[in-house]
């Protein structure tokens, strides 16, 4: 997307909303332009006027509060895949860019999904538990090669853990808003609307589908009747595309096999939340991408998208506001910053 660059001798205040944990190196960035580093407390007070934002607190659902009612900054990144707590009303229908990190998560997560189906086949929390126990109790185990799996979702995350997968000789296949018969990473990619249908024939059903209307909750009680009582499902998308009540009811009674789940609808999860208990569930703390140096390549994606913005040349990773991603075939590899 183009768009003008800044004036000469003017760089651009850019806020940026912090967490607890600063993001590290931003030196280049701040060479580019005049960087306002605010909290949640006075994000309304830092918007008016700022040429761009870096939602570097992406668990932040403050911004649609704090948004200018004269129309926020010109860019918005995220420093996250998923744009959902960004797409408000006023965000959407102004004419705002906005971009995410789409690309650094992808193979970091792929090798978690793959880390996930070999400890449900191997039993590792059973052999964990064990241990604890100072139990020694022989079991047999299952293989992955000729497992089926289904990924839902068909973006950049999808499609690395389709390949990560395939490669451990699991049978692949997708489930998308286009229906295809040869994708070259998924094979064949159902469309969405006949999920029930592809949910019968898979041993492991993967979630990596972005948060939209149409996905909101598509693992329902129904969705689950439909599963192989022996089959895994795993949620590294995001938690709201699971029915978590129905969930647990169905692991309670056995309708599947079990579940690891690295999302969920409300974070942390709470200590009453009947899944923490369930010896057939593997609950991780949304920790799925988040591999040693990612918050480098974070603040690394954002510096360049900046640069581009301070330049005006194309941003990567812009995201259709009415979609809720980045359209496909849009590019996802990104250059170093510049010093």
């Known amino acids: 997307m183009e768009h003008g660059p800044h004036a000469p001798g003017e760089p651009p205040r850019v806020v940026v909303l912090q967490g607890d944990v600063p993001p590290p190196g931003m030196q280049a960035a701040e060479r580019l332009a005049h960087v306002v580093r605010v909290r949640e407390t006075r994000l309304a007070d830092a918007l008016p006027g700022a040429d761009a934002l870096f939602m570097w607190d992406f668990w932040s659902d403050a911004l649609a509060a704090a948004w200018p009612p004269e129309g926020g900054p010109r860019w ?58 100072r139990r020694w109790r022989h079991r047999e185990t299952q293989r992955i090669t000729g497992a089926r799996a289904l990924v839902a979702g068909t973006g950049p995350i999808g499609r690395a853990i389709a390949r990560r997968l395939s490669a451990a000789g699991l049978r692949v296949s997708g489930a998308g808003r286009t229906a295809r018969a040869d994708d070259p990473d998924l094979g064949v990619v159902h469309p969405m609307e006949r999920l029930h249908d592809a949910l019968e024939e898979a041993d492991y059903v993967v979630l990596a589908a972005p948060l939209t209307p149409d996905t909101r909750e598509m693992i329902d009680a129904a969705a689950l009747a ?19 009540d129905d969930l647990a ?89 510049r010093g």
């Open 76 to 133: 918005v990144h995220i420093a996250s895949a998923g744009v959902d707590r960004l797409l408000f009303p006023a965000l959407v229908e102004g004419n705002t860019i906005v971009t995410n990190s789409r690309g650094v998560f992808d193979e970091p997560i792929a090798e978690y999904v793959l880390g996930l189906v070999l400890a449900f086949a191997k039993d590792l929390p059973g052999t964990v538990r064990l241990q604890d126990e």
């Open 226 to 244: 439909r599963m192989n009582p022996a089959a895994r499902l795993i949620n590294v998308g995001r938690g709201q595309l699971v029915a978590e």
């Open 249 to 337: 009811g169905a692991l309670r009674a056995g309708r599947i096999a079990g579940a690891a789940l690295d999302v969920f609808a409300d974070e942390p999860l709470a200590p009453s939340s009947p899944l923490w208990g369930l010896p057939n569930v593997i609950v991780s703390p949304h920790m799925s991408g988040d591999v040693v140096g990612w918050r480098d390549e974070l603040v690394r994606l954002f510096t360049d998208n900046l640069d581009r913005f301070v330049h005006g040349r194309e941003l990567r990773n812009v995201v259709d506001k009415r979609l809720g991603y980045v359209r496909p075939g849009a590019p996802v590899q990104y250059a170093e910053p």
